[in-house]
């Protein structure tokens, strides 16, 4: 294989990429990763301000970015973003699920609204933009990537936290089930599974003294992830070099899972 070969795997040149929730954190680290990989990318939230923002901040670095805002976990409204991508001509080539929130609370105490508010966002969300993308990779005949954001939670439950770890439970089988149905259609659906990242999400746990000691002392990498460490593994499951990889979650946890 030659290093343009090699390099090539990887390329996102002419792929447009929508990544859900991606005005901070993990999602706008993503966007910027795919951008810089070639990818024009699409970023989203609900609220237009903090998406034109993120925009012009890509933008501003050169990369190919335009926003869309929108409620993921409303079907009336995911349903009318992708009639307008249809109507600007959009492809989705790769869909990034990564919109989320959290609610930390013993679960004794959680209410209904709460539980159904995290699930909505966290998985539902996931299945409502992705049926929306894969309709469409489906009926151009182009297959596609999907990349559901899932959790060490998706593996392992942590007191405080149930509808999160039940939703990123969700997720990683929401891939699977998605390549059980659209591979044949060669759409590749896979988790990313991230361990503890310094996120704005996170900032009440970063701030906490015994949680902080707590992530150094039982991750073997001794600290916490930065959101662009994720972007190798995004950009390996939005390429072609991840074409026969299906259903999969790729944790990325400097370890946290293998000393479990
Ligand atoms: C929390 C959660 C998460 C974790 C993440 C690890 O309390 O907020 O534990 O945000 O950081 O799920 O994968």
């Known amino acids: 294989m030659t290093q343009a070969q090699a390099t090539s795997l990887f390329d996102l040149r002419g792929r447009t990429a929508l990544i859900t929730g991606s005005t901070r954190g993990i999602g706008l680290a993503l966007a910027q990763g795919l951008a810089e990989s070639g990818a024009s990318v699409i970023l989203n939230s609900r609220q237009t301000a903090a998406v034109d923002a993120a925009v012009a901040q890509l933008q501003a670095l050169g990369l190919n970015a335009q926003g869309a805002a929108f409620d993921v976990a409303d079907q009336a409204s995911v349903e009318a973003a992708f009639a307008g991508f249809d109507r600007a001509g959009l492809v989705i080539d790769i869909l990034i699920n990564n919109a989320g929130i959290q609610h930390r609370q013993p679960m ?135 074409n026969y990889v299906n259903g999969q979650i790729i944790y990325v946890d400097g370890g946290w899972l293998s000393v479990l």
């Open 108 to 242: 004794l105490d959680v209410s209904l609204d709460d539980w159904n508010r995290v699930i909505n966002t966290n998985l539902t969300a996931a299945f409502l933009v992705g049926r929306a993308a894969a309709r469409r990779m489906i009926d151009q005949g182009t297959g596609g990537k999907i990349i559901n954001i899932g959790s060490l939670t998706s593996e392992a439950a942590r007191a405080t936290v149930a509808p999160y770890t039940v939703a990123k439970g969700g997720i990683k089988m929401l891939s699977k089930a998605m390549a059980a149905e659209w591979a044949q259609h060669n759409i590749q659906a896979n988790s990313i599974g991230p361990g503890y990242i310094l996120t704005d999400m996170n900032e009440a746990l970063v701030n906490n003294p015994s949680f902080d000691a707590w992530v150094k002392s039982s991750n073997p990498a001794q600290r916490w992830g930065r959101p662009d460490e994720l972007v190798g593994t995004a950009i390996y499951l939005a390429s072609g070099a991840s």
